[in-house]
């Protein structure tokens, strides 16, 4: 047994949860490990599993999920905690992620993105912690991330005067956007991380997870997350309805919100295209590259608002297409 197991083993027993079985639930995109504590009694719990040497820290999911839950929103009561190690026991909130729920009952999917519209009205009109701002310098460095990746895997070629370029008209969409409202966005608000929990009432039936990179930034960045989202298709009549319900919940100025959807639709979608390429040239896992066409789709649709006119050309002439040759290559230098 390693060291780190054997801390493990004695933080369950300590927590009383030693007799349980133990199942692995999941793994995402970070170092973060996750099982499923089962009970004889059918009583469950959540275990995280966040090295420090990996670069994890739980203490930004504590603090987030506190706050969340003082608003009245349903993120996961913390139990038990062991800071320094990265342990976390978690409230077991199931397995209905809303992606689940809709390929079983497709008749919920309406519903279930207008309860996610609902938890960012709610978010939104609640003051919130001090956080990091997700802003212009920070945004236009990781949208680059196309380039350093994406374009880098593909040709070979890093820090271009292309990726320059961009990096300046990328700034300028921006900027302005600092200058308008902040709140708390959670940063990866999508169908793979709520969970429906039908029971509960209003916005608490939407079961929130993945949160420990909130930041503070502009009211339409989640809303993008979740109806731009990279691992499913969400009907183009939804996302239109959904940003309606949106700004009637939140009344503002309607055009300069779809303007900052869109500039951010282009920012968010051009940095998971750039995660994806590092996901598989630096990590080694290539499946992340067979999402990359449907991000592409987001990146071009949002180029097409009059907002992004400065910057549509050059990314379209610098940044090459997914085409199935184009993944292949990327496939093919996954762990290089």
Same mark, same amino acid.
């Given at each position: 047994?390693?060291?780190?197991?054997?801390?493990?083993?004695?933080?369950?027993?300590?927590?009383?949860?030693?007799?349980?079985?133990?199942?692995?639930?999941?793994?995402?995109?970070?170092?973060?490990?996750?099982?499923?504590?089962?009970?004889?009694?059918?009583?469950? &719990?959540?275990?995280?599993?966040?090295?420090?040497?990996?670069?994890?820290?739980?203490?930004?999911?504590?603090?987030?999920?506190?706050?969340?839950?003082?608003?009245?929103?349903?993120?996961?009561?913390?139990?038990?905690?062991?800071?320094?190690? @990265?342990?976390?026991? &978690?409230?077991?909130?199931?397995?209905?992620?809303?992606?689940? /729920?809709?390929?079983?009952?497709?008749?919920?999917?309406?519903?279930?993105?207008?309860?996610?519209?609902? /938890?960012?009205?709610?978010?939104?009109?609640?003051?919130?912690?001090?956080?990091?701002?997700?802003?212009?310098?920070?945004?236009?460095?990781?949208?680059?991330?196309?380039?350093?990746?994406?374009?880098? @895997?593909?040709?070979?070629?890093?820090?271009?005067?292309?990726?320059?370029?961009?990096? +300046?008209?990328?700034?300028?969409?921006?900027?302005?956007?600092?200058?308008?409202?902040?709140?708390?966005?959670?940063?990866?608000?999508?169908?793979?991380?709520?969970?429906?929990?039908?029971?509960?009432? @209003?916005?608490?039936?939407?079961?929130?997870?993945?949160?420990?990179? #909130?930041?503070?930034?502009?009211?339409?960045?989640?809303? /993008?997350?979740?109806?731009?989202?990279?691992?499913?298709?969400?009907?183009?009549?939804?996302?239109?309805?959904?940003?309606?319900?949106?700004?009637?919940?939140?009344?503002?100025?309607?055009?300069?919100?779809?303007?900052?959807?869109?500039?951010?639709?282009?920012?968010?979608?051009?940095?998971? /295209?750039?995660?994806?390429?590092?996901?598989? &040239?630096?990590?080694?896992?290539?499946?992340?590259?067979?999402?990359?066409?449907?991000?592409?789709?987001?990146?071009?649709?949002?180029?097409?608002?009059?907002?992004?006119?400065?910057? #549509?050309?050059?990314?379209?002439?610098?940044?090459? +297409?997914?085409?199935?040759?184009?993944?292949?290559?990327?496939?093919?230098?996954?762990?290089?």
């Amino acid at each position: 047994m390693t060291n780190r197991a054997h801390k493990l083993t004695e933080f369950i027993r300590t927590s009383g949860w030693q007799d349980a079985a133990r199942e692995t639930v999941a793994g995402d995109a970070s170092n973060r490990r996750y099982e499923r504590l089962t009970m004889a009694d059918g009583a469950s &719990i959540i275990l995280m599993d966040a090295p420090s040497d990996k670069g994890e820290d739980v203490r930004p999911f504590i603090a987030i999920a506190e706050h969340l839950r003082s608003i009245g929103l349903s993120a996961p009561e913390i139990v038990f905690r062991d800071i320094p190690n @990265g342990f976390l026991l &978690i409230e077991d909130l199931g397995d209905d992620l809303f992606k689940r /729920v809709i390929s079983r009952d497709p008749a919920l999917e309406v519903p279930l993105y207008e309860a996610s519209v609902d /938890v960012l009205t709610a978010l939104h009109a609640k003051p919130f912690p001090q956080l990091e701002p997700y802003d212009t310098a920070t945004m236009t460095n990781f949208a680059a991330r196309a380039y350093e990746w994406y374009l880098f @895997g593909l040709t070979g070629m890093k820090d271009t005067p292309e990726q320059a370029q961009f990096e +300046q008209l990328m700034s300028q969409l921006l900027e302005p956007l600092e200058r308008e409202t902040q709140v708390l966005i959670q940063r990866d608000y999508h169908a793979e991380n709520l969970l429906w929990l039908p029971d509960r009432s @209003g916005a608490a039936r939407v079961g929130l997870l993945d949160f420990q990179d #909130a930041m503070s930034g502009h009211p339409a960045y989640d809303l /993008v997350s979740i109806l731009q989202d990279a691992r499913r298709d969400v009907p183009v009549d939804i996302e239109s309805d959904m940003i309606a319900r949106y700004l009637s919940q939140n009344p503002q100025d309607e055009e300069a919100f779809r303007a900052a959807y869109a500039i951010l639709g282009v920012q968010r979608n051009l940095r998971i /295209v750039g995660a994806f390429a590092k996901l598989c &040239i630096d990590i080694g896992k290539p499946r992340y590259i067979d999402l990359i066409p449907r991000v592409w789709e987001f990146v071009e649709r949002n180029l097409k608002h009059p907002a992004l006119a400065p910057i #549509a050309d050059h990314v379209l002439s610098t940044i090459p +297409q997914p085409t199935a040759e184009n993944l292949a290559t990327l496939k093919a230098k996954c762990a290089s």
